[in-house]
């Protein structure tokens, strides 16, 4: 059987959990230290509301046991919003009216940290890949996209 | 309650009852018939996540995902032509080709591009690891530890499905010795002879016969 303590780092800070392994990583996010911008859209893996970043990849975390968590190096966006990639792309979606209700925003934003992380200057089918897995009900993607390229450019200060 | 279990080799998982935890992508999805398995076995530390050049040949990791074979200089285009059909990033960075093909899916995103370049799996069964050509694996067959495929076959790909997140209709591969079908409600089949086809909510069956058919007349058998 699996140990029941599962230690991993949580936006910057060692954190352990003890528990179920077979508990969503949604669940332990959301409810046990109450990082509510993980969204749970579908809860299938179909629709990007809950991805996170663990180990510098984007997932969904509706779909991730615990058990596999085992030392990874997790952030949502309550700890990216805050770094300045992630703050610039957050005031860009603002200034460019990418939000309408906001539900698939914190998966938005870090697919698109995950793109401009690895990514200078992308070109618009790659910001269309890049959140290819992220479903947005309302607004259509192309501000989604604008505001994308706007964080890009200003982070390179064009 | 569901339990999480840890072994220490492939072998001693092997020995284990329950479903194996590789990407992780079928397990806790809602509605998956895994979502239900009480037992749970952790392999994914076991499996290999490396591409081996072998000349014609290259034998893939069952550990690697879809992403890491999409980078991947050695997988020759028509393989990233049906990796990319799984359109999430997010599922690309966690799914893994060996849970693929063991899933065995009847909208399989890999089973006929795989079979058509010729695909052999090394398994481990309880008696010790089997070279079996992809076409003889069957579900909860052994733990697939590789799978080699050719680098030079002439694969062409077919897909139909609604949109790029919806579930397939038909997928069908071809090259010069070999043809695979996935069709939904239906299974995997290996040759034409054996192709059947069921009604559901993804289409008629008349439906389905005519995509195989088209995509058959379309590789250019007769
Ligand atoms: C929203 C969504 C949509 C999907 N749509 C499709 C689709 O259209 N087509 C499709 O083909 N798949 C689809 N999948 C299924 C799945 O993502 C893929 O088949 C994936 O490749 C499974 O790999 P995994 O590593 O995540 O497997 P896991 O979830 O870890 O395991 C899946 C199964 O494979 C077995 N298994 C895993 N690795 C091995 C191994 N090395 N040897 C033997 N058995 C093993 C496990 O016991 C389990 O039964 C979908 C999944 C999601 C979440
Ligand atoms: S809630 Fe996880 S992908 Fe939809
Ligand atoms: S802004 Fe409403 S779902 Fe995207």
């Known amino acids: 059987m699996l140990d029941k303590k599962i230690t991993f780092t949580l936006n910057g800070k060692k954190v352990e959990f003890i ?3 077979l508990r969503r990583l949604i669940d332990t996010l959301r409810e046990d230290f109450g990082l509510t911008g993980v969204k749970e859209g579908c809860g299938e893996g179909e629709c990007g509301a809950c991805s996170v970043i663990k180990d510098g990849k984007l997932v969904t975390s509706c779909i991730i046991p615990m058990g596999a968590v085992y030392g990874a190096d997790i952030w949502t966006i309550e700890g990216i919003r805050d770094t300045e990639l992630g ?6 979606f603002a200034d460019g009216g990418a939000v309408q209700c906001g539900f698939c925003i914190p998966g938005m934003v870090l697919a698109s940290y995950v793109l401009l992380k690895e990514k200078s200057d992308p070109s618009e089918e790659e910001i269309r890949q890049a959140i290819s897995g992220n479903i947005c009900r309302c607004t259509g ?17 064009v | ?15 284990k009852k329950g479903a194996y935890l590789a990407g992780g992508t079928e397990i806790l999805r809602l509605d998956s018939p895994l979502d239900k398995a009480i037992s749970v076995i952790d392999i994914l530390p076991f499996l290999s996540k490396e591409v081996e050049d072998e000349g014609d ?14 980078s991947s200089a050695l997988i020759p285009s028509f393989l990233k032509e049906a990796l990319s059909y799984m359109s999430s990033p997010e599922l690309r960075e966690m799914a893994t080709i060996g849970g693929n093909i063991a899933s065995f899916r009847d909208d399989s995103f890999l089973i006929p591009t795989l079979a058509s370049a010729y695909a052999r799996l090394e398994v481990l069964l309880p008696g010790g690891k089997e070279c079996i050509p992809l076409s003889s694996f069957k579900r909860d067959g052994g733990i697939i530890l590789s799978i080699t495929v050719s680098k030079t076959a002439d694969v062409k ?4 499905s609604l949109t790029s997140h919806s579930h397939a209709v038909v997928t069908a591969a071809f090259s010069s010795e070999c043809e695979c079908y996935a069709v939904k409600g239906s299974g995997i089949f290996f040759d034409h002879d054996s192709l059947s086809f069921a009604s559901d909510m993804y289409g008629s069956a008349e439906y389905k016969r005519y995509l195989s058919e088209l995509y058959r007349s379309e590789s250019g058998r007769s």
């Open chain 2, 157 to 160: 790909n077919f897909r139909e």
């Open chain 1, 141 to 157: 993607y192309d501000l989604i996209v604008k505001s994308i390229r706007l964080a890009d450019e200003r982070r390179r200060g």
């Open chain 1, 19 to 21: 528990g179920d392994p």
């Open chain 2, 57 to 70: 040949w290259i034998r893939i990791g069952a550990g690697c995902t879809f992403s890491s074979l999409l």
């Open chain 2, 1 to 15: 309650m569901r339990e999480l279990i840890r072994v220490n080799s492939l072998e001693e998982a092997l020995g």
């Open chain 1, 87 to 92: 703050s610039t792309i957050v005031e860009a």
